[in-house]
């Protein structure tokens, strides 16, 4: 019986190894963290109650470790009669998903847009004012400072000629040095403007040291292997099993959607400061983030 199963029907096939080992559904979702409304499906050859892709291969790959089949035939048996719905079960209208989250994305950016247009207007002007409040009236130029020279050197011109003293007489004490002149404050070189520079402004006004504020760096690495598919900007960057120890770095200007097939083992920083777990030990999560609400997900101090 198990071998007319094993031709044209996957689920039997898992059943009855399942059946042979003597294990129920319960126990199976137990040590692999999958419902078992997902495991029923599965051996009913009903695809379209999971998730579709690389996370129904790695049910499968989870439940055929836990009843003694191998994985890797296994999953191949799975792709072999599941060709194409392998890769798409589970969502039957990705199109139209896909296309209310573009509207929905291009919405939330133009908002985005018009939120930081209203705010930097007056921070242009802060930084406007810090600049230019501390510096010192410019030195006159060199045309008004030739005039006095010139007076000057006539007016040395026009003073009679003085003429050497004649030599002491023998004996006479030697006539005292004049005192020497003292430098004119003219001379003196200006103080130096005050350093209230547009950079000093802004880590005043943002001690925390946020910059970047038109994109958002996501940092994503795992503590096991985990399945992780993310979406950045509506460009796919990441759809396959991430191992411990990868560290991956991402530049978010619009929004990012990540699917993880086991939410406690992905570990994500935005701009540098860490995030909560996503979800649950083997939970299927997917979440979005963007500039408005990132800092829903960092850890709580």
């Known amino acids: ?19 042979r080992r003597g294990i ?38 989870s439940y055929a470790v836990e009843v003694g089949l191998d994985p890797e035939t296994t999953i191949q048996e799975f792709i072999a009669q599941f060709p194409n719905d392998s890769v798409t079960a589970g969502h039957p209208t990705s199109d139209g998903v896909e296309d209310h989250e573009a509207v929905e994305s291009e919405r ?15 921070v242009a002007a802060a930084l406007v004012y810090f600049a230019t409040s501390g510096r010192r009236p410019a030195p006159a130029d060199t045309g008004s400072t030739a005039a006095p020279s010139a007076a000057a050197d ?15 007489a ?46 958002l760096a996501v940092q994503l690495s795992v503590t096991r292997p985990c399945y992780v598919s993310a979406t950045v900007d509506g460009r796919k960057e990441i759809d396959r099993l991430v191992l411990p120890g990868e560290r991956k770095t991402i530049d978010v200007r619009r929004e990012m959607v990540l699917t993880a097939g ?11 400061a860490e995030a909560r777990p996503l979800g ?17 997900y960092l850890q709580s101090r």
Do not use: C, H, Y
């Not at 547009?198 to 994109?215: I, L």
């Not at 083997?282 to 800092?295: I, P």
């Open 24 to 61: 129920s559904l319960r126990q199976i979702a137990n040590a692999t963290k999958i419902s078992i409304a997902a495991l029923d499906a599965l051996e009913r050859n009903d695809i379209s109650r999971l998730p579709g892709g690389i996370f129904s291969r790695a049910f499968v790959r």
């Open 108 to 122: 939330r950016t133009a908002g985005t847009f018009l939120w930081l247009a209203l705010v930097s207007i007056p």
């Open 170 to 215: 023998a004996g006479a004490p030697p006539a005292a040095e004049p005192p020497a002149a003292t430098s004119s404050a003219a001379d003196a070189p200006p103080p130096a403007p005050p350093a209230a520079t547009a950079g000093a402004a802004a880590e005043a006004r943002n001690p925390s040291g946020d910059r970047g504020s038109d994109r």
């Open 262 to 272: 086991d939410a406690s083992a992905v570990a994500l920083t935005f701009n540098g």
């Open 280 to 296: 649950k030990d083997g939970e299927v999560v997917t979440a979005r983030f963007n500039l408005s609400n990132f800092r829903t």
């Open 1 to 19: 019986m198990a071998g007319d199963r094993s031709v044209g029907d996957f689920g039997g096939k898992l059943r009855d190894a399942r059946e």
């Open 154 to 168: 006539r007016s040395v011109d026009s003073l009679p000629a003085v003429t050497s003293p004649p030599p002491p």
